[in-house]
């Protein structure tokens, strides 16, 4: 005689298959549901990013949309959990589109590396998104124009830790006048916008700046700064 079958427990049992293999297997701590509210989460900000980099790919907000070859709005993870944020593209940004691309550029991936990060673990940009001809300093009209986009990709990338590189990226994101020398090497706020939650912000020397005071002493001042970003987000500091 052919055996019943039980329906609830074959229905049961399948649940419990499921369960085990997807629902309430979790993955770095987070169940599949977390997981795609997640991704869904990234997806839009990424979409935000785009966006903001579309715009100004087209900006003619101030006369360097006229003098640039191309824009550079940023690049690296919607997810970063540090922004780094330099003065405003050179000559090989402006060439190739992308923020730390020369040799100041080379210097930072190395900083990062050091960190025990990757370039694509962190978004890289600056102050300002086109080149001022011949490498000038930014004019105070420029940066306000400007400006907006970076507090727009601040705000939607949330990063815990803002470093700004050199004096520049340091005064106009923390509105003040004083040196880099006076300000790096401690954790200031920077607010993002009604509403957000400050994200703190360590100022340290610019690439650049290294580069061209090599000293040890210059060397030692920015990984003592780097450490500390690595300590407030309890990442492991390697060994030097
Ligand atoms: N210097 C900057 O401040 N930004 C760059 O992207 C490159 C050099």
């Known amino acids: 005689m052919a055996k019943e079958i039980d329906t609830e427990k074959v229905i049961r049992q399948h649940a419990e298959m499921e369960t085990f293999f997807s629902g309430g297997f979790t993955v770095k701590g987070k169940t599949n549901q977390a997981q795609q509210v997640d991704s869904a989460a990234m997806e839009k900000k990424q979409s935000q990013l785009d966006e903001i980099a579309a715009e100004v790919h087209k900006c003619r907000r101030c006369g360097l949309g006229e003098t640039r070859t191309n824009a550079v709005p940023g690049e690296g993870s919607c997810d970063a959990r540090i922004a780094f944020v330099g003065e405003a593209p050179g000559a090989d940004e402006d060439a190739q589109g992308r923020p730390f691309v020369g040799r100041a550029g080379k210097l930072l991936d190395k900083i990062i590396n050091a960190m025990g990060l990757k370039r694509e673990d962190v978004f890289i940009c600056n102050i300002l998104k086109c080149r001022p001809p011949d490498n000038r300093d930014p004019r105070p009209d420029e940066i306000g ?95 030097r």
Not at 186 to 196: D, H, M, V
């Open 145 to 239: 124009q400007c400006l907006p986009y970076l507090q727009r990709q601040l705000e939607i990338i949330e990063p815990e830790i803002i470093v700004a590189l050199g004096a520049h990226a340091a005064r106009t994101l923390l509105e003040n006048t004083k040196s880099i020398g006076q300000l790096r090497g401690q954790f200031y706020e920077y607010y993002p916008g009604l509403g957000k939650m400050p994200i703190k912000l360590m100022a340290t020397y610019h690439p650049a700046y290294l580069l061209r005071n090599y000293s040890k002493d210059n060397r030692l001042r920015v990984w003592e700064d780097m450490k500390k970003v690595l300590d407030e987000l309890n990442l492991p500091i390697p060994e």
